[in-house]
């Protein structure tokens, strides 16, 4: 079959889900988005391209890729889904669809999916793929709850560092016999059969100190070797995703998976990225590393496991491990000395506030002064060129981790011989491989971190990012070192964009200042030419739908105290005319504490706020109110302006406290702003604005959600409408019916 022919049949399947749809209204924007799918898919080349006859060579395979913007309104999940899984179907092919959280994973496999399978003519098979951590591992679990073999050691103090260990002793005793009560319960339902060892679909999901004991983790885990192999949730959903044609994954699972063949290979499927503004963010901190050059007792803990088990598996490498160890702590150690020698006076300054949370302060020795909310303090190095004291003791950890590296490998090699060999044995052989596997990922991360460390750019390219910081964690005092790349785009060209032959890139949100220029830097695609972009306008009326009310300050919104009390009474103004739903988003939790703060009695039993309670908890009260007849106003932050689907009546009014400019002190920006100012740039204009544009979009795109809604936005940041950059911003966002108001 042809390209032509491949993409339209794949459009007549998509007209037909539609015409089956009831009540479901034709929208030109979807079906010219499913036109771009459909086109960009049929001319990518899967797989193995055969040399045509006479060619000594195979030609490179054709690339497709398409970046989509579809306003709200579109339908893009459907305009993407239908052509993709029709043209698999007919390549005998695979559909990747990646997402940016997994809650949108849930919507599309609960709910969009099922209903789309229902309407295709061919029948299809889809399933959820999450990462491993988010499934129980049962053999950890029958640990932890008492209801297992306990191997030869106390496994549950035996697999953790002395983080853990500290954090547990610290801990009341009601608390730990709750949590061993809570595990036992796990281990119960999960034995009865009520729960498939999924987090996600406990009822109340544990927190993430809770959890992680019990987590799977591939580090730790022996697979088909293990023996509760049989009964594993997360081999068990391997197992779907081999017999299903479309997988939905996450952005955090599509890059931490590549060449780990879990997921679809990329040069014989169709990728779908869907929320992909969010991508370049996650492949900066996919790649980012770090390393706590302070604790340091799990590398004694590890090579003495090590030697343990190697000697008992009579693995040579284990002759190596004493040096190795001993030499990696040493270094560490050192390193940690010269960083407080070389940065100590930043590391004990304090940190300048960003958000309302107090920053750690210094004494008179290299202790800072803990309080209940101290931030780490931090030191980045300048231009991206490690220090010459630091280059040696790093080259030591790099060198020693590596070698201690290898010798786990060997012991882990001849862990899973042993099991293959003597299966009888494999609880034993598991825990031992296990309590390996529970610390190497800590000396991954050494090692990465030091390589990072000692990288040098090449001649005008751009350095990484790296930095260190200073901390209290409880009776700690901790220095680490951290180390970034600064180029997300670079990062995804040479991981992602190199094995991917056909993809769509969507979103709400793509172009930035009505520009696609931004995001296609940043997502690694600027001067592909194997790039089309496309942008599908909302079939939304804003003009008629929306009104855009710019209240302006007399005080500058940068100076935060006089702002900020300004903008609080004009809210609590606007705030007492709401008669049905509102959100209010601020930029920090301080911003947001003021406003609380300055409720007047009668107004607070109509205000619902982010901390203090769960999400859904806090929606479900909202459309209660709102359902009732009753005003309802969430106060929420960063989180609650992007992703939020609150329609009609549940979002009449949406106030934006001041513009979402991205934190000023993040090492990583820092970098590169300094890269940019140095080859005579402005990271301002560059990268500032742009940034926030997209993040701005995100929060006003929570105000109309359907044709029939009408919404009031409010912004006080008066830099909206008299900054130059401000005028960029308004370009990026819907045509609202703009409305001034002065500052009186």
């Known amino acids: 079959m042809s390209q032509q022919e491949w993409a339209a049949q794949a459009l007549q399947s998509f007209d037909a889900v539609v015409q089956a749809t009831e009540g479901f209204r034709s929208r030109g924007g979807q079906r010219r988005m499913a036109e771009q799918v459909a086109h960009t898919f049929a001319r990518a080349q899967l797989g193995k391209v055969e040399a045509e006859d006479g060619d000594s060579a195979s030609p490179p395979p054709a690339r497709s890729i398409a970046v989509v913007q579809a306003g709200t309104g579109v339908g893009k999940s459907l305009a993407y889904s239908v052509p993709a899984i029709a043209m698999a179907l007919a390549r005998g092919t695979r559909v990747l669809i990646s997402t940016a959280t997994v809650a949108l994973q849930e919507q599309l496999v609960q709910k969009d999916l099922p209903a789309l399978a229902a309407r295709m003519p061919q029948p299809f098979q889809f399933a959820l793929a999450k990462g491993r951590g988010r499934y129980v591992c049962k053999l950890k679990l029958e640990r932890l709850a008492g209801t297992g073999e306990a191997g030869d050691e106390a496994p549950e103090d035996d697999l953790f560092a002395e983080e853990e260990a500290a954090a547990r002793a610290a801990r009341p005793r009601h608390e730990t016999e709750a949590r061993m009560k809570f595990y036992a319960t796990m281990a119960d339902v999960l034995a009865r059969g009520a729960w498939d060892g ?371 009474d004009a809210l609590l103004s606007d705030l007492a005319m709401v008669e049905a739903g509102a959100l209010v988003l601020f930029t920090s939790r301080d911003q947001m504490r003021q406003a609380v703060d300055a409720l007047p009695t009668a107004m607070r039993g109509t205000v619902l706020v982010q901390t203090q309670m769960p999400r859904a908890q806090l929606l479900a009260r909202h459309r209660e109110r709102v359902a009732a007849g009753e005003p309802s106003i969430i106060f929420g932050m960063q989180s609650f302006g992007e992703g939020l689907d609150l329609p009609g009546a549940l979002c009449e009014s949406l106030f934006i406290t001041k513009l979402p400019f991205a934190p000023p002190d993040d090492p990583v920006g820092e970098a590169r702003a300094e890269w940019l100012r140095g080859a005579g740039r402005d990271p301002f204009s560059e990268l500032v604005v742009p940034a926030t544009a997209i993040r701005l979009a995100q929060w006003v795109g929570r105000a109309i959600r359907t044709e029939e809604d009408r919404a009031h936005v409010y912004c006080y940041d008066k830099r909206l409408v008299r900054t130059a950059y401000g005028q960029r911003l308004l370009k990026g966002l819907p045509p609202f019916t703009l409305e001034r108001r002065t500052a009186g």
């Open 198 to 568: 999924d987090r996600d679909t406990l009822e109340s999901p544990p927190e993430p100190e809770v959890w992680s004991p019990v987590a799977a983790e591939a580090s730790s885990c022996t697979g088909k070797h293990c023996p509760a192999f049989s009964q594993c949730t997360y081999y068990d959903r391997r197992k779907a995703l081999v017999a299903a044609q479309v997988i939905v994954a996450n952005h955090d699972l599509l890059l931490s998976s590549l060449g780990a063949r879990l997921l679809p290979e990329l040069d014989n499927c169709l990728l779908v990225i869907d929320e992909a503004h969010h991508l370049p963010s996650t492949a900066l901190d996919q790649f980012a590393c770090e390393a706590d050059l302070s604790r340091l007792t799990w590398i004694d803990k590890l090579a003495s496991r090590a030697l343990r088990i190697g000697t008992l598996m009579e693995v040579e490498e284990v002759a190596d491990i004493p040096n190795h160890s001993a030499r990696l702590r040493t270094a560490l150690q050192d390193a940690a000395r010269i960083v407080m020698d070389v940065y100590g006076s930043e590391l004990r300054s304090p940190r300048p506030a960003w958000g309302g949370a107090r920053p750690a302060t210094a004494g008179s020795t290299t202790r800072p002064q803990a309080t209940a909310n101290a931030m780490p303090t931090r030191a980045r190095v300048a231009g991206g060129a490690l220090p010459e004291a630091l280059v040696e003791p790093f080259g030591q950890v790099a060198h020693h981790a590596a070698g201690f590296l290898d010798a786990l490998r060997a012991i882990a090699k001849a862990l899973r011989t042993e099991m293959r060999d003597k299966p009888d044995e494999a609880r034993r052989l598991s825990t031992l491989y296990a309590q390996i596997g529970a610390l190497a990922p800590r000396l991954e991360g050494v090692h990465d971190t030091a390589q990072l460390l000692l990288q040098d750019a090449p001649e005008g390219a751009v350095p990484a990012a790296k930095w260190f910081t200073l901390a209290v964690d409880g009776d700690f005092i901790v220095v680490k070192a951290h180390a970034s790349p600064v180029l997300p785009g670079n990062t995804l060209r040479n991981h992602l964009w190199s094995a991917v032959r056909g993809a769509v890139l969507t979103s709400a949100t793509l172009t930035s200042c009505g520009q696609f220029d931004f995001f296609l830097r940043e997502a690694g695609l600027h001067g592909d030419e194997a790039v089309t972009a496309l942008e599908v306008p909302s079939p939304f009326d804003y003009a008629l739908q929306g009104t855009l009310i710019a209240s302006e300050t007399q005080a500058d919104p940068r100076q935060a105290a006089d702002y900020t009390a300004e903008m609080v």
